[in-house]
């Protein structure tokens, strides 16, 4: 590291000296906290995100400040890598080093060790392009500041504010910039847009939903979601959307509003109500990367029957699947043998056993993974397709780019010697599918769209598609422990390896229910062991799950110690 790095580096270090008596720790939602204690925070993620782009070639990195569904006086940062995917696990330990650094001098050193293990060039030579995104929270603009005097502090590093916009936005433009491809603003929409209308011109013929069906509302969290709803709504002829809680009437981010709020509470959010009895509802959340669905179904209460993820990855996988099996018919004889694509549906414990067993009826190959985003997107990678969400409404479908390869020449086939045949409409809605849906990350926008087009396609009412099956009644809860870590697991988190003996407890305790199915996990911030319980009605899920809290106070709480 030249002279002139290390004393930029310093003297705009010492602007930003870190909050004392705070250690922060780099997750799946990046960094989080109260907005007052981000700022040095935002600052060394700068830096970092300038590194990164530096070991990355010079790929486009994004930083996004936002709390997703926290309340409104939270903030956080987190770092896109060049494929829109989260920031690589092993940088992970350098981000929590990198924020934890008591002084500019501990900050320059820990950099300089870095950099050399890492082999990154500090000499200014490598040009490094960092995108800013940002929620509505009103901390958002001075954290932005911050961050664009970390990634300035890097020699050769410029900072491209895309303003405000939604996390899935943010990692949307960052895989398009890193794939030569034109990622404004309006180019997104322009995708989703396009994509859409295309997959609506594909709908057979008799497929009408009534008129009462038409119409959508959605509460935008008094969030980001909301707002760029509004913008997309106008470039989507024919779909009648009603936008509540857009921000603009006064009402709080998050606050009795929003998906993470709507799938926890299992009640309408402000603003819903009576009114709305029948009608299809959605949810998007804070900053916009989680979606459900949900529907008010009696004038005399404010309980909704609520669609989440599980649901959402159940009507994707039908739709997909039927795709598939159209376009694995033999063909034409002037077309190509039958491409059998892998399909793949993933899962993390916490999925209602119900919807996995509605799976698995449906002949899919099912999967799990451990709890996080990182790991399912991962797993899903390794299919042809891979289809993935969490009950909170999280999750993408991700193609691979082989088979998009396959299926594009496919298409260019049927196009030339079956103009108009199934397979073609197949083949063409599957490449709509991959262009419409967010590949880098979860999108609660994009997923909207998929949903209301599938949806026509198949004819169906919101209440026909919640009838797929029964969710299983479950119950979760903490229980605090002296040591967290004295829980190992395996099989995604289905089974404890130690302590030794309390799973055979737990099999015994869930043995005594009809469709019982409990798991332990520990927690990722806190020391608290996580209970899952399901069983065939309420009150045996409550009593399993209180039953086997017991169990994890007897092996791990504080009376054992």
Request: hydrophobic share 40%; charged share 20%.
């Amino acid at each position: 590291m030249n002279e002139d790095q290390r004393s930029l580096l310093l003297s705009s270090s010492s602007r930003f000296p870190p909050p004392q008596g705070v250690r922060l720790s780099y997750g799946t939602a990046g960094f989080r906290a109260d907005a007052a204690l981000l700022e040095s925070t935002v600052y060394r993620v700068g830096i970092l995100a300038a590194l990164r782009s530096l070991k990355m070639d010079g790929s486009v990195i994004g930083v996004m400040l936002t709390a997703s569904h926290n309340r409104v006086s939270d903030n956080g940062v987190k770092i896109a890598d060049p494929s829109g995917g989260m920031l690589s696990q092993s940088w992970e330990p350098f981000a929590d080093a990198l924020a934890n650094a008591p002084t500019s001098q501990h900050l320059l050193q820990l950099i300089t060790e870095f950099v050399e293990k890492e082999n990154i060039s500090l000499e200014g030579v490598r040009r490094a392009e960092i995108l800013l995104g940002r929620d509505t929270r009103p901390s958002g603009e001075s954290l932005l500041e911050a961050a664009k005097q970390g990634i300035s502090s890097i020699l050769g590093a410029v900072a491209i504010d895309m303003g405000i916009v939604t996390t899935p936005q943010l990692h949307w433009m960052v895989r398009a910039r890193n794939k030569g491809i034109k990622a404004s603003e309006l180019d997104y929409f322009e995708q989703l847009s396009s994509s859409f209308r295309c997959l609506i011109d594909l709908i057979p013929s008799g497929s009408k939903i009534s008129e009462v069906d038409e119409k959508l509302v959605v509460d935008g969290a008094n969030g980001v979601g909301g707002e760029k709803l509004e913008v997309l709504r106008k470039m989507l002829d024919g779909m009648v959307v009603e936008i509540r809680n857009s921000g603009k009437d006064g009402g709080v981010l998050n606050e009795g509003v929003g998906a993470d709020y709507v799938q926890k509470e299992k009640f309408a959010p402000s603003g819903f109500g009576s009114q709305d009895v029948g009608l299809r509802c959605a949810s998007l959340d804070g900053d916009a990367d989680r979606l459900v669905y949900f529907s008010v179904p009696s004038k005399s209460c404010n309980n909704i029957d609520l669609v989440d993820g599980d649901k959402m990855l159940s009507l994707f996988a039908i739709f997909i699947k039927e795709q598939l099996n159209t376009l694995s018919k033999e063909g034409t004889e002037n077309t190509s043998s039958s491409y059998h694509a892998r399909l793949g549906v993933v899962q993390t414990a916490y999925a209602n056993g119900a919807s996995t067993d509605y799976l698995k009826k449906l002949g899919l190959e099912v999967v799990f993974t451990p709890t996080g985003v990182k790991y399912l997107h991962e797993k899903a990678a390794e299919y042809d397709i891979g289809i993935y969400f969490e009950a909170n409404g999280h999750g993408t479908i991700i193609f691979s780019e082989s088979f998009l390869c396959s299926l594009e020449a496919r298409y260019q086939e049927f196009s030339s010697v079956s103009k108009g045949s199934e397979q073609q409409k197949a083949a063409l809605r599957l490449l709509a599918v991959s262009k419409l849906i967010n590949q880098a990350v979860g999108d609660a926008l994009s997923g909207l769209l998929l949903v209301e087009a599938i949806l026509q396609h198949m004819g169906w009412s919101i209440q026909r598609w919640s009838e797929l099956y029964k969710d299983l009644p479950s119950r979760q809860l903490k229980v605090k422990v002296v040591d967290r870590t004295a829980v190992i697991t395996a099989n995604a988190e289905t089974v404890v390896v130690r302590p030794p003996g309390i799973q055979e407890a737990i099999n015994a305790e869930t043995a005594k229910y009809p469709r019982g199915r409990s798991f332990i996990r520990p927690s990722g911030t806190e020391d608290v062991i996580r209970v899952y319980a399901e069983a065939s009605s309420q009150e045996a899920a409550n009593s399993l799950a209180n039953s086997v809290a017991r169990l994890v106070d007897q092996f791990l709480g504080f009376g054992s110690s």
